[in-house]
C-alpha cells in the first residue's frame, strides 16, 4: 500500500471537496499527517508529514511524501532511502573558525570531535497545527537545534571575514548553545505551491552567568528546508540540470546532465526571486523565496565564481576545487561556493568520473554562515551587502515556496515563480496564508 493520499486521489470528486483538509494515515509505513488541497488547476494536492512517536521508528518532523496530479495521472514522489531521505527539516553549519594552534575548523569538530551540522530530523519535533479550516492549514515542527559558541564574544574581523582573535584550546572556553529551529508548512486553496516558513531562536545565546542574548558567541548558516525526494516519479533517474538564482546572478551549466565537468555561466543578473531548483527526467523540484532579491531575508555567502563564466573565470587565473579528498581541480564553481546545497556532493569523487552524472537528488536553502555575529555587512565575492546576523528581535526568519511539477519549454516552473518576483504584487502559485 502506498499511502491513503493515492487511495483518495483516485475517488473522482469535485475540486470543492479537496479545499484543505487534514487527515491521518499510514504513508510508506510511516504514521503522517496528511495535507490535501486544491491546486490551480482544481487537482488535489498531498504532503505527508511523518508524525513524532505514534509507533514510528526514529523522529518526525518532514515530509515524506509528495503527490499531484498531471495529464490525468497521479505522479507520486517518495523519500528517498538513504540517511537523510525526507524532506523539510532543518539543517545548520557552524562557520570554520581559527584556533589559537593553527587549525582552521568548527568548534564542534575541533574541541568536542562531534558532528557541526547533524540533520535536523534525528531532533524530536513538537507538533502543532495552527491553522486549519475549508481554504488554508498549516503544521508546526519545532526541534531543540543548537550550536557550539566561545563563552566570550569574539567579534568577526569585518576586513577579513575570520576571527578578530584566534580561538584557544580547552573545552572550558566554550559552551553549547539552543537554537529552537521551527518549520511550519503552510497550504492554500487554489495555489500550487506549499510555503514553508523557518525560524530560529537565538533568545538562548546567553553566556554563562549572562542574563541576555548575546552576539558574536556562535556562528552559523541555515540550510533548512533540506533533504532528499525522488521527486521523478519514484524513477530516481539522472538529475540533468540545476539551476539557481543568488541576491545578484543566475546561475546555469552550458552542457547537460549536469557533472564536475560541465561549463556554466554564473552571469545573468537575478533580478526577481532567490531560487534554486533541480530538474530530472521531465520532472522538477525547487524553491524560491517570495520576496524580491532586494528584500531578501536571507543573504548569500562568499563565491569567487560568482559573476563569471566559465571561460571568464579561467582567464582570472583562478581554479575551482571539488570537495573529493585531495580537493582536485573542477570546471564546475568549487562545492563550498555553491549559495544552496544541491548535487555538489552528490557528484562522483571516483577516479575519471568528473564526466559523470548523478543520481543524487538533495536539495536545501543556503545562507552565509556568520548568523549569530553582529556583523553588519558580507561580501559575496563581487560586493557587500547589508546584514544583521543577530536581529533585537532575537529570531531569524524566512520563507520559501517549494515546487514540484512537470515544466514545458526552456525555463523551469521554480524560475517563472521567482521571476514574478521582479515588482508590483506577484500572483505567483505559493500559499500566502498568514499563520498565527
Avoid at 525547487?286 to 520576496?291: M, N, S, V, W
Wanted: hydrophobic fraction near 35%.
Amino acid at each position: 500500500m502506498k499511502t491513503l493520499s493515492i487511495a483518495l486521489l483516485a475517488c473522482a470528486v469535485s475540486p470543492a471537496a479537496w479545499a484543505v483538509s487534514h487527515s491521518t494515515g499510514i504513508v510508506d509505513g510511516v504514521a503522517a499527517d496528511i495535507w490535501t488541497w486544491t491546486d490551480s488547476a482544481g487537482k488535489p494536492r498531498t504532503v505527508a508529514l511523518k508524525q513524532e512517536g505514534h509507533g514510528n521508528s526514529s523522529h518526525g518532523g518532514y515530509a515524506v511524501q509528495f503527490t499531484y496530479v498531471a495529464g490525468g495521472a497521479t505522479i507520486t514522489i517518495d523519500a528517498e532511502s538513504g540517511g537523510d531521505g525526507g524532506f523539510g527539516y532543518f539543517v545548520s553549519h557552524e562557520r570554520y573558525r581559527s584556533f589559537a594552534d593553527g587549525a582552521v575548523d568548527t568548534i564542534a569538530s575541533h574541541i568536542f570531535g562531534v558532528d557541526d551540522s547533524p540533520l535536523g530530523l534525528g531532533f524530536a519535533a513538537t507538533t502543532t497545527i495552527p491553522l486549519s479550516h475549508a481554504t488554508e492549514g498549516a503544521e508546526r515542527f519545532v526541534i531543540q537545534y543548537g550550536h557550539y559558541g566561545t563563552i566570550t564574544p569574539d567579534p568577526v574581523d569585518p576586513n577579513t571575514g575570520g576571527d578578530s582573535t584566534p580561538l584557544p584550546a580547552g573545552k572550558s572556553n566554550y559552551a553549547f548553545y539552543t537554537l529552537p529551529a521551527s518549520t511550519t508548512w503552510v497550504f492554500q486553496d487554489g495555489h500550487d505551491y506549499p510555503r514553508i516558513d523557518v525560524a530560529v531562536s537565538l533568545a538562548g545565546v546567553v553566556p554563562p552567568g549572562g542574563t541576555a542574548p548575546t552576539a558574536d558567541l556562535v556562528s552559523f548558516d541555515m540550510r533548512g528546508p533540506y533533504g532528499v525526494m525522488v521527486f521523478d516519479n519514484d524513477a530516481d533517474g539522472t538529475v540533468n540540470d540545476v539551476l539557481w538564482g543568488d541576491q545578484q546572478y543566475q546561475f546555469a551549466p552550458a552542457q547537460t546532465p549536469v557533472t564536475r565537468d560541465s561549463k556554466w555561466q554564473w552571469t545573468t543578473l537575478n533580478k526577481g526571486a532567490r531560487y534554486q531548483t533541480l530538474l530530472a527526467g521531465g520532472f522538477e523540484m525547487g524553491l524560491f523565496e517570495p520576496e524580491n532579491v532586494n528584500a531578501s531575508a536571507t543573504v548569500d555567502s562568499y563565491a569567487g565564481e560568482r559573476g563569471y563564466t566559465t571561460k571568464s573565470y579561467k582567464a582570472t587565473g583562478n581554479v575551482s576545487f571539488s570537495s573529493c579528498d585531495g580537493s582536485p581541480t573542477q570546471i564546475m564553481p568549487s562545492d563550498g561556493n555553491w549559495p544552496y546545497q544541491s548535487v555538489q556532493y552528490s557528484l562522483s569523487c571516483a577516479a575519471g568520473s568528473f564526466k559523470e552524472p548523478t543520481t543524487g537528488k538533495k536539495i536545501a536553502w543556503g545562507t552565509t554562515s556568520y548568523y549569530g555575529t553582529s556583523l553588519t555587512a558580507v561580501y559575496n565575492g563581487q560586493k557587500s551587502f547589508p546584514f544583521d546576523g543577530f536581529p533585537a528581535s532575537n529570531t531569524l526568519a524566512y520563507s520559501v515556496c517549494l515546487v514540484l511539477g512537470e515544466p514545458a519549454g526552456v525555463t523551469s516552473l521554480t524560475q517563472k515563480a521567482a521571476a514574478l518576483y521582479k515588482g508590483g504584487s506577484p500572483n505567483s502559485s505559493c500559499a500566502k496564508a498568514t499563520v498565527p
